[in-house]
Nanobody
């Protein structure tokens, strides 16, 4: 059974930092592209950052570019999101996603972790 378990969320003041983790099990982690999404109250879920299976390439939304960094450790089956210079508008539930394939796609989501940026 595939599981993606996010952790590291919480309350942080504006300008602060958090590091999210997503621990994967039940899949061949090194084969999967990983990404982080977020969903704020009343808004649609949006892509935050993505990383290829080897970690050789990353991409970021314009809203977080320069502030957030995605990374992965294939030996630990874990993907990370380092979030710096946090803003109140970063408040959201952050989700981890694992995806592999083209004609046949395997696509898994975690249950999310809440990040609240407030003074």
């Amino acid at each position: 059974q595939v599981q993606l378990v996010e952790s590291g969320g919480g309350l942080v003041q504006p300008g602060g930092s958090l590091r999210l983790s997503c621990a994967a099990s039940g899949l061949t982690f090194s084969s999967y592209a990983m990404s982080w999404y977020r969903q704020a109250p009343g808004k649609e879920r949006e892509l935050v950052a993505g990383i290829t299976s080897t970690g050789g390439s990353t991409n970021y939304s314009d809203y977080v570019k320069g502030r957030f960094t995605i990374s992965r450790d294939n030996a630990k089956n874990t993907v990370y999101l380092q979030m710096n210079s946090l803003k109140p508008e970063d408040t959201a539930v952050y989700y981890c996603r694992a995806r592999v394939g083209r004609s046949i796609v395997l696509d898994y989501w975690g249950k999310g972790t809440l990040v609240t940026v407030s003074s």
